[in-house]
């Protein structure tokens, strides 16, 4: 009850601020370009929802990893095993965490081995320009994976909306309870002719003590540590008034308490290590009315999993490389175009799942046509071809119609998605496979999906948006694991120690799945004077997922839904206090085995406040994640930090 009152609190406060709304500037829509449409469109003329995170409202707000900063965004469900960026799966719009492509500057960064190392992005938060959240489908754009969303960081470095020269440094360093040190500092510096970023990112601790499920009566605890690190460099060389080369290398490092974040066995005393390089390179050409790009990437992933002291660990390494040329050009004043190849090569070896590797690419075109002065219509058509599926087509269609400060948009497409190296290999080459195990099945099919929406957004001449779309996906031969007597496992010569009549969750591709939904959002901005200015953004989104075989299974539904999101900033001269809230209804669950509990709805607040020591440049901090000390999980049986403290300082000196 008292959780109830609090959230209905808050909610007031957001809907009350939006009242105070008199003779501010109009929101300067035209001016905002995104990356993510390829076609370098205003927000207007995508004919999609989209949610830009500037730099500036990063370093306001209460978090200490890109997963947080997610976490509270209107059209993304982070759904965590622990906190401070220790791993996190992403959810949009209902999607399987599997379903969310991640990009860095336009670059796939999904791990070939499992989508819960997706979140492992490689950038510090001092690198990061902004970050572009396209929701809904992008296949057609970007290639598998991009079912449910896109989620694209883009660098400061490798960006060409920073025009400011100079020198200038960010960050806060912060220590707290259970010895807690978090830090994220970064530099950047530029001039005509170059320019050069670094960032690093740290935190860990020793963990809260959690009492041992198992041994609930007992005083057998456990200490939930992590050391999450993150060190990132790029640079970027304009050669001639148009050519220009552009690296990044990054290096994340992440070492901790895996316990009951995969299973809910007795047995489970998990740690888990995982190394993380990445590395870019641009060369890139820029004439007046068209942009050539030339990309390569190479990720390398180690993983070392141990689930029992007892047992032997798993070790995997995963590579990737990819190739991109991408070539964009404006044809008249109502046209413009853009061609495109990818290629890529992906391989692992482990000791759990074997030795594969396989090949991939992909060839697109999309266009974006005005069609009157307030109309745009832009389509893409994609051919990608895998291994794991063959040649599929993906084409997409959308629609966007300005009425003054209204947007009416509309936008279909279809979406593809090949399984990982986990879901079809997972336990292939383990011996004495004990029941309620995740088994992999090689002879999974490619998900394919059907996309359609429809919305409007609303921006007012006094600092008030407002944007609503109404979305329905249908999915079919969707990926998940699913609870299967060892008779009805396929492949049997595979698993040859399967245990007589005992379940295992076995991957397989799931019939229809229909999922149906609604984003909401309500933003206000305005400075009302030199010395205050206020940022509030109310988010909420209802989703339901039915699957007509009925069938159980472990991930596909596993979304909550009705969640809500607020931010709220406000800026008063020497003082600024930032707000974020997140509140989550989803289907309740429990684990016997462990006696762990994922209740059915919870609320969380997390705060800051910064004191300016010097104005505008350095402050005094101090933060409390998880304000009401609510003790919940996203994933049943790995239970969330409860209130934390943490102080410090932040800086912004240019």
Do not use: C
Request: no cysteine.
């Amino acid at each position: 009850m008292n959780n109830t009152k609090n959230l209905l609190l808050i909610v007031g406060l957001f809907m009350s601020i939006g009242a105070l709304a008199q003779d501010i500037k109009q929101f300067e829509l035209d001016e905002l370009l995104v990356n993510s449409s390829r076609l370098e469109q205003k927000v207007a003329e995508t004919g999609k929802h989209l949610s830009i995170i500037t730099a500036k409202e990063i370093q306001q707000l209460p978090i200490n990893s890109i997963d947080e900063l997610l976490r509270y965004v209107s059209g993304i469900e982070t759904q965590s095993r622990n906190g401070f960026g220790v791993q996190s799966d992403i959810s949009m719009r209902g999607s399987t965490f599997s379903q969310v492509l991640v990009l860095i500057d336009g670059m796939r960064l999904n791990d070939p081995l499992t989508a819960h190392f997706n979140n492992h992005i490689p950038i510090s938060i001092a690198e990061i320009e902004q970050v572009e959240v396209l929701s809904g489908p992008a296949a057609a754009m970007y290639g598998p994976d991009a079912v449910g969303g896109v989620i694209n960081i883009v660098s400061k470095t490798f960006s060409a909306k920073n025009d400011n020269n100079g020198f200038q440094t960010n960050g806060k360093v912060m220590g707290g309870e259970n010895g807690l040190i978090s830090t994220q500092s970064g530099a950047y510096y530029q001039n005509e002719q170059f320019r050069f970023g670094f960032g690093i990112l740290n935190n860990q601790a020793d963990g809260e003590e959690l009492r041992n499920p198992n041994y609930p009566d007992s005083t057998v605890l456990y200490n939930n540590d992590f050391k999450v690190q993150t060190t990132s460099a790029s640079l970027a060389y304009q050669i001639n008034n148009d050519w220009s080369v552009h690296l990044r290398s990054a290096y994340d490092f992440r070492d901790f308490n895996a316990k009951y974040f995969y299973t809910a066995s007795t047995f489970d005393e998990s740690r888990e290590i995982v190394k993380n390089w990445w590395n870019q390179l641009k060369v890139q050409h820029i004439g007046n009315t068209s942009q050539t790009s030339i990309d390569l990437t190479y990720k390398r992933t180690n993983d070392d999993f141990l689930f029992n002291p007892l047992f032997s660990g798993n070790v995997h390494t995963t590579q990737m490389g990819q190739f991109q040329v991408n070539h964009y050009h404006i044809l008249n004043d109502d046209l413009k175009l853009n061609v495109g190849v990818q290629l890529g090569r992906r391989q692992i070896e482990s000791n759990d799942r074997g030795e594969h590797s396989d090949n991939y690419g992909g060839i697109y075109a999309m266009a974006a046509y005005t069609l009157a002065e307030n109309t745009t219509l832009s389509g893409s058509l994609r051919g990608d071809y895998d291994a794991n599926f063959g040649f599929e087509i993906n084409p997409q269609l959308n629609v966007s119609h300005r009425l003054n400060d209204l947007i009416l948009r509309a936008s279909a497409g279809r979406s593809i998605r090949a399984a990982d190296y986990t879901e079809r290999y997972i336990s292939n080459n383990l011996p004495n496979l004990s029941a309620n195990r995740n088994l992999g099945n090689p002879e999974l099919e490619a998900e394919t999906s059907w996309n359609t929406e429809i919305g409007a957004d609303y921006y007012s001449d006094f600092g008030l948006r407002l944007s609503a779309t109404v979305f329905r996906r249908v999915g079919n031969n969707l990926i998940d694991y699913v609870i299967t007597n060892e008779q009805d496992i396929p492949r049997q010569e595979v698993f040859p120690t399967l245990i007589d009549n005992a379940n295992y969750f076995f991957t397989q591709n799931l019939e229809e799945v229909t999922t149906t939904g609604l984003e909401t959002e309500l933003g206000y901005t305005r400075q009302f004077s030199d010395a205050l200015g206020l940022n509030a953004i109310l988010g909420y989104t209802f989703l339901n997922s039915s699957n007509d075989a009925e069938v159980l299974s472990k991930y596909i539904s596993n979304h909550a839904n009705h969640r809500l999101t607020a931010t709220l900033d406000i800026a008063y001269d020497w003082v600024n206090w930032s707000v974020q809230l997140l509140h989550k209804n989803r289907n309740a669950d429990f684990a016997e085995s462990i006696g762990a509990e994922l209740s059915e709805n919870y609320t969380v607040l997390n705060t800051q406040l910064s004191l300016a020591i010097v104005p505008n440049k350095l402050f005094l901090n101090g933060q409390i994640n998880n304000v009401f000390d609510k003790q919940y999980s996203d994933i049943l049986g790995a239970p969330m930090p409860g209130r934390w403290f943490m102080g410090g300082i932040r800086w912004n000196l240019n």
